[in-house]
């Protein structure tokens, strides 16, 4: 059996490509992001993930800033 290690996606390098497993957000944040395409099995690669500015990924050919309360609750490995 196989250990899937999770942890956020604020704490992913940049270049990182990662699957989200799930998003420990209320059902709000939820709602909102999966109409964004943030799926459960979702493939996302990191793109900004500095000290200041927003966190940026790539997810299906598109680029999204988030803020970091919400990658904070997006468990990816």
Avoid: C
Wanted: charged share 20%; aromatic share 2%; hydrophobic share 40%.
């Amino acid at each position: 059996m196989e250990t899937t290690i999770t942890r956020p996606l604020s704490e992913v390098a940049e270049g990182q490509t990662v699957n989200i497993i799930r998003i420990d957000g209320g059902r709000g944040m939820r709602v909102r992001l999966t109409t964004l395409g943030l799926l459960p099995k979702t493939r996302v690669m990191v793109v900004h993930n500095g000290r200041s500015g927003p966190f940026v990924i790539s997810v299906k050919n598109s680029k999204m800033a988030l803020g970091r309360g919400v990658v904070d609750k997006i468990m990816v490995s």
